[in-house]
């Protein structure tokens, strides 16, 4: 298995721009989350799936952000409009048990 | 989810055992210690858990003390590779959370020469 894969690996756009990333879980896991990693936070969930229906997204900052999961093979996180502090690597990761596995993350850089 | 608590920092020399600590002492009976690392610019790594008996994989051995209120990560040969910052969790396996994980600040071990 090639392992949860997200897209793009890099994305640097304006102020204002709307944003989204992608994400293709493990084959078979039926969990997916989205994390934001920062400096200044840490490691901190914005969002989780169970068969594609959300859970929990308590941690999503705003409603500029959104997240889908149309189906179980890919999910999408969007934030619209954009703005500096939004600025970090965002990671996806998929479980179908007790073990996480984590995507390469986006870095987003937001001018 | 009980709290953690882990050094901030660590080193360690080539080829020696390195041995993370970790303090959990509000743990619940039902909560498992997980442990992850993240290599500078890749997403974290799963690399064990356990919930009281002490466990052993190819990676790492984890020692879980009796009171269950600390345990240490051994990695028993480090390499340059394992140069990176290691999470320890505590989850519990079941409820509304699925297995949401919540990370901490970690240790940052460095592995030198």
């Known amino acids: 298995d090639a392992g949860v894969i997200q897209s793009p690996r890099h994305e640097v756009t304006e102020m204002g721009q709307e944003v989204t990333l992608r994400c293709k879980p493990i084959s078979g896991h039926d969990y997916l989350f989205w994390y934001r990693q920062t400096m200044m936070r840490g490691l901190e969930l914005l969002i989780y799936f169970n068969n594609n229906v959300p859970i929990d997204d308590s941690g999503m900052p705003e409603d500029r952000f959104s997240a889908k999961m149309p189906n179980a093979s890919f999910s999408t996180l969007k934030i619209q409009p954009s703005e500096p502090r939004d600025s970090a690597v965002y990671f996806c990761a998929s479980s179908s048990g007790l073990r996480q596995f984590f995507g390469p993350g986006t870095r987003l850089t937001v001018l | 989810d009980a709290k953690t608590t882990q050094p901030p920092s660590m080193d360690c020399a080539e080829g020696r055992a390195a041995n993370l600590p970790c303090n959990h002492s509000?743990?619940?009976?039902?909560?498992?210690v997980y442990w992850y690392r993240q290599i500078h610019s890749q997403g974290p790594q799963y690399i064990i858990h356990?919930?009281?008996n002490n466990e052993t994989n190819e990676m790492a051995s984890l020692i879980i003390t009796e009171d269950r209120k600390s345990s240490t990560l051994i990695l028993p040969h480090a390499t340059l590779r394992d140069t990176a910052v290691y999470y320890c969790i505590v989850r519990a396996t079941a409820g509304g959370g699925g297995n949401k994980l919540t990370f901490g600040t970690g240790t940052q071990l460095k592995v030198e020469l």
């Open positions: 509000t743990i619940s009976g039902n909560e498992y």
């Open positions: 356990g919930l009281k």
